[in-house]
């Protein structure tokens, strides 16, 4: 049978969903208050790295309407919500754009529609939060509507693994939206897991994440490490590698960046915390990340000396190689902490083009310094010459 489907939310998890599941045969509305991005999906330009110009113009002249007009969601028999789930000026989870999106729709929701939430959120959040939000906006009771929680794991810029080959997991808060969700992805995902409960699903995504961030900040301690005891840190990691179990190597970085990693487990440690348990781990590496620039501020300064009226090239200052996302990006605090120093930071970056106001600056040799921040795989290092250089990759 034909679902129809809408999707909240045309981000870098909404939008490669909703391309997929119009790919599938489903008839698919997307929908995002980003006037100008509906302008530019509707011009046919993607805004995602991961998904072609090309798959957005096939996409929309197939079964993918885009737009801002929430009403369409009265046909829909499965609504989507995939948007921003951030931390609030205090650090703290900011589930605002889960509320107004449910504002915008729920008074369209028809009866027996499933709604699936794949924003990460903290575990409690699709029963306790959005079954009685969605209530409170429609005129629908909790039993006339079905909730499922399926977290996204997509993973921009990732050649091997994307939407379709990830194993995905969902959970209802019944049997019935459980087996609905379930019947929806298997369309486009190969391999589509229910688990026990929403609870363990959201627990699952927040597990992942937190792995990565605990790890990676340990990586980025252990370099610290190696810079004072001049080992260099991937030689360790490399031989560490060599063992065939219970090893997964993890790679330094000028700290963690992007909307989840460095996001997600604070939403783990603030219901902690509501619940009188501690989360040691995640404090760490939250403390550890935060430093991270900062250090190599001090880094610099070893380096050059007093960095008064220095000229230092930053270059990549996206959050990760190969993308353009600058949420949460670390290289915002090496600039900032730079910059307090008296230093004059210019930053090249092409796929980011544009940021707070700044343009991306040619890579040449008028530098005192330049800090390797992001190595895009465009990149071509060997126009910085012999300009100092340090590089966050590594602890030499
Ligand atoms: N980016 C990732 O790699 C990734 C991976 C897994 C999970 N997630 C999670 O998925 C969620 C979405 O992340 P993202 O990276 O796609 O965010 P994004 O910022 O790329 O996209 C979110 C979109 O939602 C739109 N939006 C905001 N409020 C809206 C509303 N009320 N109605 C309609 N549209 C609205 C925004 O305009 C934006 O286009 C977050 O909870 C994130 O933690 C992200």
Redesign the pocket.
Known sequence: MTSTVSV????????PLAVAAAASGCKVYG????LD?IQLLKSGISP?EDISNFEIQSAISGNLKVGSDFSVIENSSIVII????PLDLNRKPNLS?IE??VK?FANSLSKSTLVIL????QPGTTRDYLVPLISKYSTLTPNEFNVAYS??????ANKKWNLKNTPKIVAGVNPTATKQAKDFYSKFVHNVIDCESPEVAELA?LLENTFRYINISFINELSMFCRSFGVEINQVISAASTKPYGFMPFYPSIGVG???IP??PLYLSDKARTLGVQTKFIDLADEINLQLPNFFVKLAKDKIGDLKDKKILVIGVSFKPNVA?V?ETPAEALIIGLRKQGAQVFWHDDLVKVWKDEKSVAIDQGYDLAIIATAHAYLDLKQIGDTPVIDSRSSR
């Open positions: 909240i939310g045309l981000g870098y998890v909404g939008l929908l995002d208050i980003n991005k995602v995939c948007v921003p789930t754009f107004s999106a915008s794949e924003s990460t959120v977290p996204e794991r997509i993973d921009p995504k992007g909307h989840c996001v997600d996302d949420r």
